[in-house]
């Protein structure tokens, strides 16, 4: 499979009080992002009867927009280390919500490379859209060092596609909606001033307009710890 992603991002950030000159406080942060994807993925088809030898090649393109921002309640400051990771280190509390949009479309073709006189033929085209939407909140109490994090986003996607057949059979149209809910939630101790462990729990539902249904638990254990290589971090 060959693929070739481009991808342009956008951060930005509020300097709310500046206040020495190698430590800023902050309220919140922005962050909008464009990735354009480009796919070609070639497979086998060896369920052909007789077998063909064919490969089938599916080109798809996509293009998504998504938009976030973190309202950090209790202030943040990156005097503790560098800014990308001033949340965990400052034991930042945040709010965050997130957006994104994406819409694409895809081609599947059936070539032979044995049959110099096979002719490429398409197979199917699709069209796709999605939709996805995320809250996540994290509360830090700084001097004990707990903290407990949630998360809920929900995730749409839309499908139509066209497959063709070979004359008399007529093209066939169909369409599916999938959408999934995921929520998650968490606690954790700060053991250490850069190190911190943590326990979550997520839940995914997902669900097919053909009537499929998939139902996911996860319990997740995690440990993170930052140090510094150098105290020149600004």
């Given amino acids: 499979m060959d693929s070739v992603l481009f991808r342009a991002t956008l951060a930005t950030s509020l300097v709310a009080l500046a206040t020495t ?25 060896f369920n052909t009867i007789p077998p063909s030898g064919g490969v089938l090649v599916i080109d798809s ?8 921002g973190s309202w950090f309640y209790d202030g943040l400051s990156d005097a503790n280390g560098p800014r990308t990771r001033a949340q965990f280190l400052d034991r930042a509390s945040a709010l965050t919500a997130s957006l994104s949009f994406g819409e694409g479309d895809s081609t599947s073709v059936e070539v032979r490379p044995g049959d110099p006189l096979f ?3 398409l197979v199917s085209t699709a069209d796709f859209s999605n939709d ?21 986003n929900r995730l749409e996607i839309e499908t139509q596609g066209t497959s063709l057949f070979a004359a008399p059979i007529p093209a066939s149209t169909s369409s599916f909606d999938t959408a999934s809910t995921t929520y998650s939630f968490g606690v954790g ?14 839940r995914s539902d997902a669900d097919v ?26």
């Fill in 61 to 68: 393109d996509s293009d998504t927009l998504a938009v976030s």
């Fill in 21 to 45: 000159a190698t430590a800023d406080e902050f309220d919140y942060e922005i962050r909008v992002g464009y990735a354009a994807t480009d796919t070609t993925q070639e497979l086998g088809l």
């Fill in 189 to 202: 101790y700060y053991f250490a001033k850069n190190t911190a462990a943590s326990l979550t729990y997520t």
């Fill in 119 to 121: 002719q490429p033929q």
């Fill in 209 to 234: 307009d053909f009537g499929a249904a998939i139902d996911a638990d996860t319990w997740t254990l995690g440990v993170t710890h930052v140090a510094a290589l150098s105290t020149d971090w600004h």
């Fill in 132 to 152: 996805e939407f995320g809250v996540a909140v994290r509360h830090v109490w700084r001097d004990p060092g707990f903290f407990v994090h949630g998360s809920i």
